[in-house]
Antibody, heavy 121, light 107 residues
């Protein structure tokens, strides 16, 4: 079965960077884009961007351009999301997600368990 | 950016009753609309895609309708496990966007 397992919670100071990892199993990692979505407490989800594990191509929401970098390691079926210049407003749960295998529709059929990133001085 | 609106923020319903949730897009998203259910401490779960197609394993009491800018999620008879927050998401345009959610609470 498809599983996405994320790294543990992080506490960072303003101005620092954070990297969250997402290890995929149960399917061919290269066959489906990985998206990153974050959710602040009490808010709706917010899409950050996508990465194609096969090519490494990425697409980021304009809001995060210049601050976010999505990469992968195909040898260990793991995707990474790095967010820099952290501020308090970046405090949220960060999720990796992927869509229906073999489909081009941009829905999130499978999710990681989420990683809480807290930005506090 | 397509703004997704989900009034009301909270819906109070008695178990066994039906519920109708609304989602409105600021511009047409065709039928590229999905619904998710989220419970506390969990990731969202995909319920509906293509505005009306149930995802794998989703009970028949969940149904979706609409196209363009107006969409509806209907839960025919609320079970205890259905009390949660529901989000809509459009995937017609970049960036992908979600609504603010409707919380379905026990009346």
């Amino acid at each position: 079965q498809v599983q996405l397992v994320q790294s543990g919670a992080e506490v960072k100071k303003p101005g620092a960077s954070v990297t969250v990892s997402c290890r995929a199993s149960g399917y061919s990692f290269a066959s489906s884009d990985i998206d990153w979505v974050r959710q602040a407490t009490g808010q709706g989800p917010e899409w950050m961007g996508w990465m194609n594990p096969n090519s490494g191509n990425t697409g980021y929401a304009q809001k995060f351009q210049g601050r976010v970098t999505m990469t992968r390691s195909t040898s260990i079926s793991t995707a990474y999301m790095e967010l820099s210049s952290l501020r308090s407003e970046d405090t949220a749960v960060y999720y990796c997600a992927t869509g229906a295998l073999g489909s081009s529709r941009r829905t999130f059929d499978f999710w990681g368990q989420g990683t809480l990133v807290t930005v506090s001085s | 950016e397509v703004v997704m609106m989900q009034p009301p923020a909270t819906l109070s319903v008695s178990p066994g009753e039906g519920a109708t949730l609304s989602c409105r897009a600021s511009q047409s998203v065709s039928s590229n609309l999905a619904w998710y259910q989220q419970k506390p401490g969990q990731a969202p779960r995909l319920l509906i895609y293509g505005a009306s197609t149930r995802a794998t394993g989703i009970p028949a009491r969940f149904s979706g309708s609409g196209s363009g800018t107006e969409f509806t999620l209907t839960i025919s008879s609320l079970q205890p496990e259905d009390f949660a927050v529901y989000y809509c998401q459009q995937y017609n345009n970049w960036p992908l966007t979600f609504g603010g959610g409707t919380k379905v609470e026990i009346k």
